[in-house]
């Protein structure tokens, strides 16, 4: 009777194998995930992600985005990339799926100009092209359906300097919201991206 009772419960256990690897298999994410930023549209800014995971711990995204928003009578056009380097942390997830901590640069590029005109009649324009580096920490979703949820916090740093075509610095003076457009000097960097993942 016990030797029946342990054939039927190694039985079972044997049969449930197939399950229970099937089940993890569904829960692995596949290894690229293609996101954008809704938020961003509030700024009149489009940007978009495409992330790649290259080992179960260890994934590199390349973000771009596009500018064309105006603040205080000055309008900023300009395009940027943020390439980055994920470590998902998780010990029962892979990547691109679950707790991360980030390291990533942004190189940038604007054109300013401003509703002002010289002596000549030239438009009062400048260029400012920031570099910076900084860290982020976040956490990745990844449903069965496919879809991603992305939520992060970063802070950073960027350098560079307003180059002033025609007018001066103070032409291009946009107060506190022109500064966080800008980004120069240490910023936050938080946000959320939607996406799927492939």
């Not at 943020?82 to 390291?103: D, L």
């Amino acid at each position: 009777m016990k030797n029946r009772i342990l054939l039927a419960i190694a039985a079972a256990a044997f049969l449930s194998i197939p399950a229970q690897q099937a089940q993890a298999q569904a829960q692995q994410p596949k290894r690229g995930v293609i996101k954008v930023n809704p938020l961003s549209a509030l700024a009149l800014t489009g940007s978009g992600f495409l992330e790649y995971a290259i080992t179960d711990n260890l994934s590199a995204q390349l973000g771009a985005s596009v500018t064309g928003v105006s603040v205080s009578n000055i309008k900023f056009r300009g395009y940027g990339f943020t390439p980055e380097i994920r470590y998902y942390f998780s010990e029962n997830k892979v990547a691109p799926m679950g707790p991360y901590v980030a390291g990533y640069g942004r190189i940038r590029s604007f054109k300013l100009t401003a509703e002002k005109k010289d002596e000549e009649g030239r438009d009062y324009s400048a260029t400012y092209k920031p570099v910076g580096a900084g860290v982020a920490i976040g956490n990745q979703w990844v449903f069965n359906s496919g879809f991603a949820f992305d939520v992060f916090l970063g802070a950073g740093y960027n350098g560079g300097n307003l180059k002033v075509n025609v007018g001066t610095e103070e032409d291009f003076d946009t107060g506190i919201i022109g500064d966080m457009l800008l980004g120069g000097g240490f910023s936050i960097r938080p946000g959320i991206s939607i996406g799927y993942n492939f």
